[in-house]
């Protein structure tokens, strides 16, 4: 990176600020003199520095602070210091540390990162979006903050999910700094005490909606492709009458994906896949029950779907073998207000009407009994509706049973792990959203996996970024969950993890992304050939250290 910044103006953009690792040569070259400490230290031994501070905070929002603000006064030395002890960061920058530094969003606040785009200024799109002053942006993460992992409306709070993400996508999937954008779509907030709120940062009105919502997401849309035509776009969080909708809106015009629905349905499709091999059987063997009938469920079955059929069943039959259970039970036909992505999820109505209870619903616990799932997947964002009725019901007809209870952050998980492996009596092969610390049961040590988003949305920027993708597929999606299923310990080796370790995940991210990038490729998506990816995907990939230059 080249730079005609000198002195205070240098030390002062995180991107080129290298603090005192400047050497006696560039000091005196770009006007440092004075500027800073005499010692001249390595990387290395800022990184050193920085962890024993990190080392001093006594709570986990204080590191998530401590962390922020780092980046935002040396991103090279963020990032080495969070690739260096991924697995203890990783937490601290994203889920589940993130949810809290989203809703104190506004009392952290220190320094301006990405672009904040209120529905305010609609008229000046384009030029909000070239005062971030870079040309080559690859990729951006948006969110409008409606639905803030299982937290609800964060406003403008919720530019904490972009920036977090954006951290991921550089220190495990090798996507250069300068090439992010966390991006806010502020067009309000119904969260009366964030309006109450007299240091809240964003815009203070109730969030627009209808046609004015959707006018103010396709000017954000058109200035990116007249600003930045070829950026990969992420949609992060929005609220579930906008997620599917937008997506199916804007999915063809540029390259984009929803994480929520695509990103979630790949890691754990990935993961189910793992988990299934495991056990010495196939998808298209299963049975399952999906808690959560919103974007992340829907994204989930019909990508399971997809997959049963690429293993010989018809669409059919493998819509036969997948309940999906909402508010109001099971999904069926019957259902007068089902949404457009539920219908093709839902069962007749005459094959599952005996199973209903005295209410008329047909609850959990009625489809466990009834279906026989061999795998049950929550996404509800409700804490501890896997009851142990509905685990031991399950348990009584699954040999192995799969459990992922998903839903973010781990107050919202569905059961906690160390319950379902004792309900299960050991039997059951786990994954949660969020991290989980490992425990002992009946002298048995289990490794819980993240099914973490992490896994695969890297790897899809890296895939974008090495092979030149314009458009990103649902094939391209499953083509990198079969890949991360392939680096499963517990595939490999009928034992272990589902997933591999979190610092394993930047060579994981190159193998999913090098699959990812593959299909584009095949799809014709791509702007290079099969031969060329490897070496594409290495000249992408960044590392954090100080060019030598």
């Not at 024993?52 to 204080?62: C, F, I, P, S, V």
């Amino acid at each position: 990176m080249s730079t005609q910044l000198r002195g205070r103006d240098l030390i002062d953009d995180p991107l080129y600020n290298r603090g005192t690792a400047f050497s006696e040569e560039q000091r005196a070259k770009l006007n440092l003199y004075g500027l800073l400490p005499t010692e001249v230290e390595t990387l290395e031994q800022q990184a050193s520095r920085a962890y024993e501070a990190y080392g001093t905070k006594t709570t986990d929002l204080e590191r998530h602070i401590y962390l922020r603000a780092l980046q935002d006064t040396n991103e090279t030395l963020f990032y080495r210091l969070v690739v260096d002890h991924l697995k203890e960061m990783m937490p601290i920058i994203y889920t589940p540390v993130v949810g809290e530094a989203c809703q104190q969003f506004s009392e952290i606040y220190r320094r301006p990162r990405g672009l904040f785009l209120p529905l305010l200024h609609r008229d000046r799109m384009v030029e909000m979006l070239r005062n971030h002053d870079r040309e080559d942006v690859l990729a951006i993460v948006v969110t409008d903050g409606e639905r803030i992992l299982g937290l609800g409306d964060q406003g403008a709070g919720g530019m904490g999910i972009p920036i977090g993400k954006l951290s991921l996508y550089v220190s495990c999937g090798g996507i250069h700094p300068a090439r992010t954008l966390p991006v806010m779509l502020d067009v309000g907030t119904n969260n009366q005490r964030l309006l109450d709120d007299p240091h809240y940062i964003g815009s203070r009105h109730e969030r627009a909606s209808g046609d004015e919502y959707l006018a103010f997401v396709d000017t954000f849309i058109e200035g990116v492709q007249e600003v930045w035509p070829t950026a990969l776009v992420q949609f992060e969080d929005f609220a579930l009458p906008h997620a599917n909708p937008l997506l199916a809106r804007y999915r063809d015009r540029l390259c984009m994906f929803n994480d929520d629905i695509q990103g979630t349905a790949a890691v754990a499709l990935g993961t189910l896949l793992g988990a299934v091999r495991s056990t010495g059987s196939t998808l298209a063997e299963q049975t399952v029950t999906l808690l959560g009938g919103g974007s992340a469920g829907s994204g989930i079955a019909e990508q399971i779907v997809a997959a049963m059929a690429e293993e010989g069943l018809t669409e059919a039959e493998a819509r036969a073998r997948v309940f999906v259970v909402d508010r109001a039970g099971l999904l069926h036909d019957g259902m007068e207000d089902l949404l457009p992505f539920q219908q093709p999820l839902a069962q007749a109505r005459e094959r599952v009407a005996s199973w209903a209870g005295k209410g008329g619903e047909i609850s959990l616990l009625d489809v466990v009994k009834n279906a026989s799932p061999s795998i049950l997947v929550g996404v509800s964002g409700q804490p501890g509706l896997f009851t142990e009725d509905v685990i031991r019901a399950m348990a009584a007809g699954a040999k192995r049973p799969i459990i992922f209870p998903l839903s973010n952050p781990n107050s919202r998980m569905e059961a906690h792990p160390r319950d379902l492996i004792e309900w299960t009596d050991g039997r059951a092969l786990v994954a949660t959203g969020s991290p989980v610390e490992a425990f002992e049961f009946r002298g048995q040590n289990f490794q819980i996996a993240q099914c973490n988003n992490t896994y695969v949305f890297p790897a899809v920027g890296l895939a974008v970024a090495a092979a030149g993708a314009r458009r990103v597929t649902d094939e391209m999606m499953r083509a990198g969950a079969r890949a991360l299923a392939e680096q499963s310990p517990a595939a490999a080796r009928k034992g272990g993890a589902l997933l591999p370790a979190i610092h394993e995940i930047r060579n994981v991210t190159r193998e999913v992304a090098r699959a990812i990038a593959l299909e584009a490729i095949d799809e014709g998506h791509a702007v290079c050939s099969a031969e060329e990816i490897d070496g594409r995907i290495d000249a992408t990939f960044w590392e954090p250290s100080y060019p030598t230059a």
